[in-house]
């Protein structure tokens, strides 16, 4: 099949993160040139922390980060300043080291009961990005969104066989995952597959099934969440090579 955007394989994981900071910075020059501000959603798990600590070096010296707006894109409900929250890692790693302002980090999960935080993170959004969330998408795009991709194929906090896949209108979810026995919040492809651009960021041998699942297997996303992005051609999938070592066909 064939997938729109982009597949980019990197050698090896200097590479890949080399590669995921060009993009990066790229994308945060852009939006700040075009319009003053830089929004990005950030994804959790382990992947993306060597990007957010050498953004934090010289590497991310080229971007304004007083400009920058960040959103979390998905989260776990725990408590503020729990080591397995996202926030809590992209603050250690990335947020704290760059000074950013409370006022520039929307953080999805306000420590409120889980649907609660789910209508907060709407309106924070409404307010951010514009258009009315009962009516419609965003109205304006978020420049970059971050995703990574689990060893099931979900991404963000979107996993299989949950009703987010039948929601077609709302821009955030609040789902009981049970098969890692937490609530999380996250966006959804209403918000998300609007982004000017999508940055997928798979590394590792362990990834190699779910990105030939996800990019060469039948159309699901029910079962393979990611696929709810393979129509979007600003999509593009960067890998290192074992995370590509089973597909079919690869740069």
């Known amino acids: ?149 689990g060893d099931n194929c979900h991404t963000a906090s979107l996993f299989p066989g949950l009703p987010w896949a039948l929601d077609t209108t709302s821009w955030v979810v609040a789902e009981y995952v049970e098969v890692v026995g937490q609530w999380r919040l996250s966006l959804t492809p209403m918000v998300l597959s609007g982004a000017r651009e999508i940055l997928f960021l798979i590394e590792g041998a362990a990834k190699a099934s779910a990105v030939a699942s996800v990019v060469e297997g039948p159309i699901d996303p029910m079962v393979r969440p990611a696929q709810a992005f393979l129509g979007c051609p600003q999509v593009t999938w960067l890998l290192d090579r074992p995370a590509a070592s089973e597909l079919s066909t690869a740069p």
């Open 1 to 149: 099949m064939g997938v729109a955007g982009q597949i980019v394989v990197e050698p090896d994981g200097p590479a890949w993160t080399a590669a995921a900071v060009e993009r990066f910075v790229e994308a945060a020059r852009t939006a700040i040139e075009r319009e003053g501000r830089f929004i990005v959603a950030l994804a959790g798990g382990n992947t993306p922390r060597g990007l957010y600590e050498a953004l934090a070096g010289p590497a991310g010296d080229a971007i304004d980060w007083g400009a920058a707006i960040v959103v979390i894109g998905d989260e776990r409900c725990l408590p503020l300043g729990d080591p397995g929250r996202n926030l809590t890692m992209a603050t250690e790693a990335l947020l704290r080291p760059r000074s950013l302002e409370a006022s520039q980090i929307v953080p999805l999960y306000d420590g409120t009961e889980p649907r609660e935080s789910l209508d907060q993170a709407t309106r924070w959004l409404a307010e951010l990005l514009g258009g009315d969330p009962r009516s419609g998408p965003p109205s304006r795009p978020i420049d970059l969104v971050l995703l990574g991709l």
